[in-house]
């Protein structure tokens, strides 16, 4: 409740004349772009925003495992956490994975999979705090010719050190870096992370705010927008985490002056004529355990104990641009990840947070479809039953195995296809508009040739052009060239023949 209250009384103002404007001229199917990476982090999208982190390959939710050095073991978490640690496995799986929590760049808590933090107990270190103290506080100390070569220094002020395969304690007090030596272990990082979190937590209290406002204040400018328009797009998609609604003090490790970009992006959408989606692309807690979501350490989390907290969040967005005639829509949640978000908790969400927005919009609010084993059509009896809604659903080429085997041709045959039918068969089901939220211009198919882009961004552009509410690329700029739109739009690799 303090948490709603602080939503509610700090900041909670308007940016625009009337908070209860109607937003009724919006012009669909809308063509937009999504502003990725902008407000929200998504590392891989521009790698070099990590740079002047040091340990920056230890940053939170990193997965790391431990490797004994004399035992050749590998350090476990006996039966995922809640009891003590050992060494006595020779593969390693999901017990033998550690998740760090980054107090600063030597200092860390290592998470299990259970969700307990490891710390010393009085025999031996064990996995058992549900919440992170001094004591499950460890200094990660590297080689320094042999970054991967580390030993682990409790907050007793020893180290960690493998007995035996089954004895595990803190209490070594050698120097040595040799295979023999009990405390030093190889360490493995086999997953990473690097969105908000990773980044601002990375560079730390001082630097943060800097290296973000420089972000913020040149990633994306009143130029962009310009630009934007000009190819005849009519809309952006804006991603934005829960904590802007706390901006310009958010919680640790985040920082404030990211509503002030979003401020600045419904001004340079109303001078070009273009209306905004703003898109909580990460509720706190996290939706899906992505980076994209604010994670700290990949866990998803989010659940019915969070939808007062990310309903205030909506009704924050509402508050503030639901006066602004750019408002095209909120989208009440990116990407909530099946089955661990039911369907239950997500409708009972998507009604308290459209009743939040009705109180000072009627602009269209979006419900994200959820991802993994869950057909998008689960909403649409819900959907039917609010006004002005859109069902948003996100379309790649990518990231299984079926695509990856795919020929170019076979890639434009399925747009042809298995996308259009689909497609066809939700408009025909009498359900609420439909948003192609995210789709993109990268296919799985290897050394295609500018022409393949061509034909199948064509593809999905005669395809996706039959969504009722429309489409939102993913994204505007990327480092990965055929990701951005702008260097899409730049190379000729595609045609958007929209005027």
Not at 184 to 205: D, H, K, R, W
Not at 307 to 312: C, L, P, R
Not at 456 to 483: I, M, P, Q, R
Request: glycine share 8%.
């Amino acid at each position: 409740m303090v948490y709603l209250a602080f939503l509610f009384f700090f900041n909670l103002i308007s940016c625009f004349p009337s908070s209860h404007a109607q937003n009724t001229d919006l012009k669909l199917p809308l063509r937009a772009v999504n502003l990725g990476n902008w407000l929200v982090t998504e590392g891989w999208m521009k790698p070099s925003r990590f740079d002047g982190i040091i340990n920056k390959d230890l940053l939170d939710g990193a997965h790391v495992q431990f490797l004994s050095t004399k035992l050749n073991k590998y350090l476990c978490a006996e039966n995922g956490g809640g009891t003590v640690l050992v060494a006595n496995r020779i593969s390693p799986s999901d017990w033998e994975t550690f998740r760090l929590w980054r107090v600063n760049e030597s200092y860390f808590h290592l998470r299990v999979l259970n969700k307990q933090f490891v710390g010393l107990g009085n025999q031996g270190v064990k996995a058992v705090s549900n919440t992170p103290t001094h004591s499950e506080t460890f200094q990660i100390v590297r080689k320094d010719d042999a970054p991967n070569r580390v030993r682990l220094k409790a907050s007793n002020g020893f180290f960690l050190q493998v007995q035996s395969e089954t004895l595990v304690t803190a209490d070594y007090t050698g120097s040595s870096w040799d295979d023999s030596d009990p405390s030093v272990f190889n360490i493995a990082i086999v997953n990473t992370l690097q969105g908000e979190y990773q980044i601002t937590n990375g560079y730390g209290p001082v630097k943060a705010p800097q290296v973000m406002q420089a972000h913020w204040d040149s990633y994306i400018t009143e130029q962009d927008f310009k630009f934007i328009s000009a190819n005849g797009l009519s809309a952006v998609r804006i991603p934005v985490g829960w904590w802007i609604a706390q901006d310009p003090n958010p919680p640790k490790p985040f920082v404030g002056g990211s509503l002030k970009a979003l401020d600045n992006a419904f001004t340079w959408a109303e001078k070009y004529g273009m209306k905004v989606i703003v898109d909580l692309h990460a509720a706190k807690a996290s939706q899906n355990r992505f980076e994209h979501s604010g994670a700290r350490d990949g866990f998803l989390e989010w659940g019915d104990s969070n939808i007062d907290e990310t309903v205030a969040v909506i009704e924050f967005l509402a508050t503030r641009y639901g006066g602004s005639p750019s408002l095209g829509a909120i989208e009440l949640m990116n990407e909530p990840w099946a089955p661990d978000v039911t369907l239950g908790a997500l409708t009972k969400y998507y009604k308290a947070g459209y009743d939040a927005i009705r109180k000072h919009t009627n602009a269209y609010v979006i419900l994200s479809a959820r991802l993994g084993p869950a057909d998008p059509k689960e909403l649409f009896s819900f959907a039917r039953s609010l006004n002005r809604v859109a069902i948003d659903v996100h379309w790649y080429n990518l990231f299984t195995d079926m695509f990856i085997t795919m020929t170019v041709q076979q890639n434009i045959d399925y747009i042809y296809n298995q996308r259009s039918s689909d497609l066809d068969s939700w408009i025909s089901a009498n359900g609420p508009p439909i948003l192609i939220g995210e789709w993109t211009g990268e296919f799985g198919a290897k050394n295609g040739s500018m022409e393949d882009y061509k034909r199948y961004t064509k593809a999905e552009l005669d395809v996706y052009g039959g969504a009722t509410f429309g489409w939102a690329y993913w994204s505007y700029k990327c480092e990965e060239n055929h990701w951005s739109l702008k260097w899409m739009i730049d190379n000729n690799f595609i045609q958007l023949n929209m005027r």
